[in-house]
């Protein structure tokens, strides 16, 4: 048995799940006047209301308590303090040292960081003005009008979202995206751009990715193959990278590789240089403000009570589904078409950073741990999949996201949004009963069995828990706390089941074994030493048909 269900707060949510089974929210709400206000919390311009969870305030202290008895306020400061709390690789893990700016020391192994990443954000900062004033140009003299930013993991996903989720601060230059190893992926872009206006900006932090490898030797032979010289790969090649010595080998100049650092895990990079596309895409000042906006939620996370602090709550309440109604999934539903790109985005930190199976000992855990996470974009979802969330088998916590000002507010469009956001959290949360199903059936003209069945399909259970977070508008600030604020939740999570949450060794046979596939694919005489399955593959692969 694990400590963790061995924890008196775990025995008592037990009974909380059992006591709550009979629990109806709808009843909840109308029992008590307050339940709104009781759960809600406001932190670095977010605001959280979870009043429509599947929780009463015994529940709520039973959370609040595991997560001390767990000992997450001690594993929180053990990372912000630079502990190598990621034991599997010997690191720290420091996102959060990229945007504070309040210390001026933060040691990692005896040796303060803080300088270094300043000293860092400076010459982001100059490279950018660089490019947008037209100082730095491409070979012939013209200035950037594109970027094409490559990289794949945590090297692309929070780039790319973040700049799309930032597309009304954009400067005028256009960016693309390049991640997966498919070469339309690339070629698709290249046939965009010219090559003579175009900046490449590699990012692989450990630069021995192939995907981006590929990429980037292939648009390199584009560029050359354009007429420009090897000399001239100089003025439109930047690299980000904590593997400096091998971006300089392959052949970046070395004053344009961007350094980073192996106590930034890949899916919390986007602070970093990392995020050097973002700075191209809207301004090293918009970068700052995201910078400073989620400082702002890592100041909560520290400081706030656990009982008003944001992150926390969120992270128990996902562990609560998780472990105690079996849920497994959970949906992040962004009403904001710029901020399409978020459940992408969490799914990727959460699902890399938790999908783990033993504890940091190496044990099997015996509870669930990381939760499917899955979601898409409010409102194209409910004529989708939201059918299943109000009418499926399963329970699915879902999390709405919704700015309250639009930066297109186009005639009564986004009153719509909004009041769709908050109709499918009250619809979940109400659900519809027999009765009610009927009496709207009543009149219609159906005979009596007809109408009994139909309405036993127009049933909605409802009892569907969610949480919804607003915010004035869609910022730079509130962008950045938005993105911290699930890093914390992921980390609340992962503390509290007692697994690493920062490494991922769980990708690493896939890369393997891909090598040995690709061998196979393209020796001379391949020896097909794989299982009869993926030997009769590569024979179809090596005729190019089946
Ligand atoms: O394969 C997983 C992974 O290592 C991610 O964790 C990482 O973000 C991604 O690949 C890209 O890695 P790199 O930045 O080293 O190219």
Redesign the pocket.
């Known amino acids: 048995m694990s400590t963790l269900t061995q924890l008196p707060a775990w025995q008592q949510l037990s009974q909380c799940r059992a006591r709550l089974e009979q629990q109806s929210l709808r009843q909840a709400f109308a029992d008590d006047p307050q339940r709104a206000e009781r759960y809600t919390v406001r932190a670095a311009g977010l605001m959280l209301d979870y009043a429509k969870n599947r929780i009463d305030q015994p529940t709520l202290d039973a959370l609040l308590a595991l997560a001390e008895q767990g000992g997450l306020p001690q594993l929180r400061d053990a990372m912000f303090a630079g502990e190598a709390i990621n034991n599997t690789e010997g690191r720290a893990v420091l996102h959060t040292a990229l945007r504070n700016r309040q210390r001026d020391s933060i040691l990692v192994e005896g040796e303060n960081v803080v300088p270094e990443v300043r000293a860092t954000l400076a010459k982001m900062k100059g490279f950018v003005e660089q490019i947008h004033n037209g100082e730095r140009t491409g070979y012939t003299g013209q200035a950037f009008t594109d970027v094409i930013a490559i990289?794949?993991?945590?090297?692309f996903l929070g780039p790319k979202v973040a700049t799309e989720a930032l597309r009304p601060y954009a400067k005028p230059l256009r960016m693309h995206y390049v991640a997966n190893v498919d070469g339309t992926a690339l070629a698709e872009k290249l046939k965009k751009v010219d090559p003579a206006t175009t900046l490449v900006v590699m990012?692989?932090?450990?630069?021995?990715?192939q995907e981006?490898l590929a990429n980037t030797e292939s648009t390199r032979d584009w560029f050359l193959a354009s007429g420009a010289s090897q000399a001239d790969v100089a003025k439109h090649f930047v690299a980000v990278s904590s593997n400096v010595p091998a971006a300089v080998a392959f052949g970046i100049d070395a004053d344009n590789v961007f350094p980073m650092w192996d106590w930034v895990?890949?899916?919390y990079s986007l602070w970093s240089a990392i995020g050097l596309p973002i700075a191209l895409a809207v301004g090293f000042d918009h970068f700052e403000q995201l910078l400073a906006g989620a400082e702002a939620m890592d100041r909560h996370f520290c400081e706030a009570p656990l009982e008003q602090n944001m992150p926390v709550l969120m992270g128990l309440l996902a562990l609560w589904y998780d472990n105690f109604f079996d849920a497994q999934s959970q949906v992040i539903l962004s009403y904001d078409h710029y901020l399409r790109g978020l459940p992408a985005y969490v799914q990727q930190l959460d699902m890399?950073s938790n999908g783990k199976g033993v504890d940091k000992e190496g044990n099997p855990v015996d509870y669930r741990t990381g939760p499917v996470i899955w979601g898409g974009e409010g409102t194209n979802g409910q004529h989708a999949y939201h059918q299943l969330l109000h009418q499926g088998t399963a329970l699915i916590p879902a999390d709405f996201i919704l700015p309250l000002n639009s930066h297109n507010p186009l005639g009564r469009h986004h009153n719509m949004l909004a009041a769709n956001c908050l109709a499918q959290a009250q619809a979940l949360m109400q659900g519809k009963t027999l009765e009610e199903a009927k009496a709207e059936l009543a009149g219609k003209g159906l005979s009596e069995t007809e109408l009994d069945t139909l309405a036993k399909h127009k049933v909605m259970p409802g009892n569907r828990p969610s949480n919804t977070l607003l915010m004035d508008q869609l910022t730079p600030a509130t962008l950045g706390a938005l993105i911290a604020l699930y890093e914390h939740r992921t980390f609340v999570q992962g503390a509290l089941w007692g697994i690493n949450s920062f490494d991922?060794w769980g990708?690493e046979l896939g890369?393997v074994l891909g090598n040995a596939v690709l061998a196979e694919i393209e020796a001379e005489n391949p020896a097909y030493q794989q299982d009869s399955s993926t030997n009769a593959l590569i024979a179809c692969l090596r005729k190019g048909h089946i």
């Open positions: 990289g794949i993991g945590g090297s990012s692989s932090k450990s630069f021995t990715t981006t895990g890949g899916r890399e991922q990708v890369k």
